[in-house]
Nanobody, 122 residues
Framework: QVQLVESGGGVVQAGDSLRLSCAASGRTFSSYHMGWFRQAPGKEREFVTRISWSGGSTSYADSVKGRFTISRDNAKNTVYLQMNSLKPEDTAVYYC???????????????WGQGTQVTVSS
C-alpha cells in the first residue's frame, strides 16, 4: 500500500514557476515508477510526465516538454514536478500516481494522491 500526498500548488501568473511535491508513505516507494497527471475543468485527465523507480528514465507530454521537469528522491520518499514558464492552459488539478509498470497510461497506475490545484492567470 502506498499513500501519496501532493503539495505546492497555488495561483501564479503566466511565466512564473512552481514546484510540486508528492510525499509517499511506505517502505516500497523506491520500487514504484511515479507519474504526474492533470485534469482541467471539463476535460479528461491527461498524462503529464513519469519517472522510473531509479530516476534514470523520464517521459513527458509534448505540451510540457522543455518546461516541466520530474525528479525523485528515494531517500525522502518524494517525487517532484518543477514547472517553469507556466501558461494559463496549465491550469488544472495535478495528481501524482504510483505504478509497478513503466507506463504513461493512467489506468495502469495503482495509487493516486488527492491532487493539488494549480492556477495560472494571464
Amino acid at each position: 500500500q502506498v499513500q501519496l500526498v501532493e503539495s505546492g500548488g497555488g495561483v501564479v501568473q503566466a511565466g512564473d514557476s512552481l514546484r510540486l511535491s508528492c510525499a509517499a508513505s511506505g517502505r516500497t516507494f523506491s520500487s514504484y515508477h511515479m507519474g504526474w497527471f492533470r485534469q482541467a475543468p471539463g476535460k479528461e485527465r491527461e498524462f503529464v510526465t513519469r519517472i522510473s523507480w531509479s530516476g534514470g528514465s523520464t517521459s513527458y507530454a509534448d505540451s510540457v516538454k522543455g518546461r516541466f521537469t520530474i525528479s525523485r528522491d528515494n531517500a525522502k520518499n518524494t517525487v517532484y514536478l518543477q514547472m517553469n514558464s507556466l501558461k494559463p492552459e496549465d491550469t488544472a488539478v495535478y495528481y501524482c500516481a504510483a505504478s509497478r509498470a513503466l507506463t504513461t497510461q493512467g489506468p495502469r497506475f495503482d495509487y493516486w494522491g488527492q491532487g493539488t490545484q494549480v492556477t495560472v492567470s494571464s
